[in-house]
Nanobody
């Protein structure tokens, strides 16, 4: 089991920025594909951004150019820098690790074409609210 803990959510106005952090309990080859997901009320969970061990990253079309995923291997931490936030970015944000081939598959297709993996150890999430 891989435990994750998300931090950094909050309430901002449209156009603002937030940086989410996720501390991963186990860090290594087995957890190499990691990512951020979000779920808005009444909607399914969707992929936002994923990053593989070689730092190859894939973004959802809706956030490309505004969000940046990164990781600090020395700190076992995954980040999501969110700029130019929009009200439609309002959601609970979750991070996940050990996603197996998910990074590879979404790189070849897209995040919108792939549902989040089923066998994921989700954290409690962090709420992001963007007001207009």
């Amino acid at each position: 089991q891989v435990n994750v803990a998300e931090f950094g959510g909050g309430s901002v106005q449209a156009g603002g920025s937030l940086r989410l952090s996720c501390v991963v309990s186990e860090y290594g080859y087995s957890t190499s594909c990691m990512g951020w997901f979000r779920q808005a009320p009444g909607k399914e969970r969707e992929g936002v951004a994923v990053i593989d061990s070689d730092d190859t990253s894939t973004y959802a079309y809706s956030v490309k150019g505004r969000f940046t995923i990164s990781k600090d291997d020395a700190k076992n931490t995954l980040y999501l820098q969110m700029n130019s936030l929009k009200p439609e970015d309002t959601a609970m944000y979750y991070c996940a690790a050990a996603l197996g081939r998910y990074c590879y598959v979404t790189y070849l297709t897209s995040l919108s074409a792939q549902k989040p993996p089923n066998d994921v150890d989700w954290g409690q999430g962090t709420q992001v609210t963007v007001s207009s």
